[in-house]
């Protein structure tokens, strides 16, 4: 089971909009509505942003919003902020099978205000 | 305040064993579906393991026969077992929460610990 496809990297100017997207197969990303995307800062744990496609956990600005379509999910990050750089990860519940992970990771896309 | 909380890492040969704890506080360990995810040096994020409430287990195919998740209830404390270990399982390990079966993603994650393979 390989990663899941990222961008190695988006930048934008503040206030701008970047979207990344995260490209699977019809056996994770394709095939359920269970993908998060999390933030994170250099030397730190992982934030969720992002679950089930397009719900953004409590304390999560509306700035951030994610969308799916087929096998590609997306996250856009509109009026980008100077904290909004970081990396950000895609995740993709695959199926409680034992010849499959149970998630898969994207491989990471790393955002720069400019 | 909800706590996960990781020791254990360090430095190990190739070939070695290590013991990973991840205590919780304010969550129920048994009670949630808890997962291992580890993220090498300036590399991406990896899932490597998760035991749902029932004790149900999965691996990643990369630790499996290798790696064992385990918990202890009376201690609230989520483990992982790591034996035959090789350089390319250096990185930190993160002890992740998913709020129930049926919610696949990550809510609280802990600090991380450091897990170095190296002769």
Known sequence: QSALTQPRSVSGSPGQSVTISCTGTS??????????????HPGKAPNLIIYDVTKRPAGV?????GSKSGNTASLTISGLQAEDEADYFCCS???SFTFLPYYVFGTGTKVTVL | EV????SGGGLIQPGGSLRLSCAASEISVSGNYMSWVRQAPGKGLEW????FS????????????RFTISRDNSQNT?????NSLRAEDSGVYYCARAPSGYDFYFDYWGQGTLVTVSS
């Open chain 2, 48 to 51: 490597v393991s998760v035991i």
């Open chain 1, 93 to 95: 519940y695959a199926g």
């Open chain 1, 27 to 40: 056996s994770d990303v394709g095939g359920y509505y269970y993908v998060s995307w999390y933030r994170q």
């Open chain 2, 54 to 65: 029932d004790g149900t287990t999965f691996y990643a195919d990369s630790v499996k026969g």
């Open chain 1, 61 to 65: 600005p509306d700035r951030f919003s």
């Open chain 2, 3 to 6: 706590q996960l909380v990781e």
């Open chain 2, 78 to 82: 989520l483990y992982l077992q790591m």
